[in-house]
């Protein structure tokens, strides 16, 4: 009977608290919005399994190692920190998809039209409101929020996922899994969250402008812009260089023509990789402990708040620069600003033919989208740089 009692004792049921259960049923509803409802699922079916994993009680998959008195190891860690540790607490796994994406990035649209460099710089002042707004639920004592909490959830507003896990994962990692389940829910969300806003802020005339046809950039263009990007950014702040500067070197593979195999292999099999244990390592953060607090549901709201405002600052910013310029820009356009690419090109190009089926949008959308992906690495380089210190 003694046997069968500590087998009992041993066992995960015996275990289970109500909050592990309810972060379980979470990793369900990842997975099933993953799955069932296409939501990000190469970030949210590993993102929800690693969740499942890290409640699980008793299976140490997120469990620390531990040394006895003389510093020996008397117990290894769990799977799931050591993922953590070496791939996201380095920083590596955000900055390598961070040059997968660059390899898959055409810098073309932005180079034809170079003043969508504004819309995607505009889309960013969401990022920088909510950190404001963090601040200030810190300040009255309504949520703790300290200043690098703030910064972490800020950066949510630029709809880039690895830049958000990157900055949390330096600034405040105890929040990592709440905003990477937000930043990426509402990358995923973009097709919802956006058109309301951009027809509240267009009039039907707006959303009808034609654009005239992109000129064709040269490959030599092509080559020179990523490393004059990164130099240029790098010299005026260097703590953007990390993601700015695999994004520029993944985007240089790709345009180069001289290492097609290894473009090849940043695109696909590496990005791929690198996106499963990252998952992984996020789900490691949503253990009952860390996710179930107050901070979670304010840093979910302040989030979707950090998204719309980017959204209308874009889309508003593209009005603006109507009264100055000779050919038109479609507000439209703007809203693709927020660096969800190439979703949010998409969308833009979707209510643009809602209104005018002749208007093909897209190739202008991802002009501002690639400066969205820049505007946000720029962002992260200066919430790095003005807080870690505090």
């Known amino acids: 009977m003694e046997n069968l009692n500590n087998l009992w004792l041993s066992s995960g049921l015996a275990q289970l608290e109500l909050a592990q259960l309810f972060m379980m049923a979470i990793g369900f509803g990842l997975l099933f919005l993953a799955i069932r409802r296409g939501f990000e699922p190469l970030l949210l079916v590993p993102i929800g399994f690693g969740t499942l994993l890290a409640n699980i009680p008793g299976a140490g998959f997120d469990a620390a190692p531990v040394y006895d008195a003389m510093g020996h190891l008397a117990s290894p860690g769990g799977l799931l920190y050591y993922i953590y540790e070496a791939g996201i607490a380095t920083g590596m796994f955000p900055l390598i998809i961070f040059m997968g994406v660059g390899a898959m990035t055409d810098f073309g649209p932005l180079l034809a039209n170079p003043k969508t460099l504004l819309l995607g710089a505009a889309a960013q002042v969401g990022i920088f409101t909510t950190v404001l707004g963090a601040v200030t639920l810190g300040h009255f004592g309504i949520l703790d929020f300290s200043i690098r909490d703030a910064a972490s959830i800020g950066i949510i507003g630029g709809a880039d996922g690895p830049t958000a896990i990157f900055v949390t994962s ?20 973009v097709p919802i969250i956006q058109p309301p806003i951009m027809r509240a802020l267009t009039t039907e005339a707006e959303r009808q402008i034609t654009m005239v046809q992109l000129r064709s950039v040269s490959t030599a263009e092509k080559i020179v812009f990523p490393l004059t990007l990164l130099v240029l950014v790098a010299l005026l702040l260097p703590d953007a260089a990390p993601l700015l500067g695999m994004f520029c070197f993944g985007n240089l593979m790709r345009e180069c023509g001289v290492v097609n195999r290894l473009s090849d292999t940043t695109q696909n099999a590496l990005i791929n990789i690198v996106t499963i244990f990252l998952g992984l390592g996020v789900g490691s953060k949503m253990s009952a402990d860390k996710f179930l607090n107050w901070e979670t549901l304010g840093i979910l709201g302040l989030g979707a708040v950090a998204f719309c405002i980017g959204t209308a600052a874009g889309v508003l910013m593209a009005k603006l620069m109507n009264r100055f310029v000779k050919t038109p820009i479609n507000p439209l356009i703007g809203a693709a600003g927020v660096s969800a690419v190439p979703m949010a090109a998409r969308v833009a190009n979707k209510v643009g033919l809602e209104a005018n089926p002749q208007n093909f949008l897209l190739m202008h959308a991802m002009g501002p989208n690639v400066a969205g992906v820049i505007g946000s690495a720029v962002a992260a380089g200066v919430m790095i740089s003005l807080v870690s210190g505090m």
């Open 170 to 189: 330096k600034l405040s990692p105890e929040l990592l899994g709440a905003v990477a389940v937000a930043a990426y829910s509402y990358m995923a969300l």
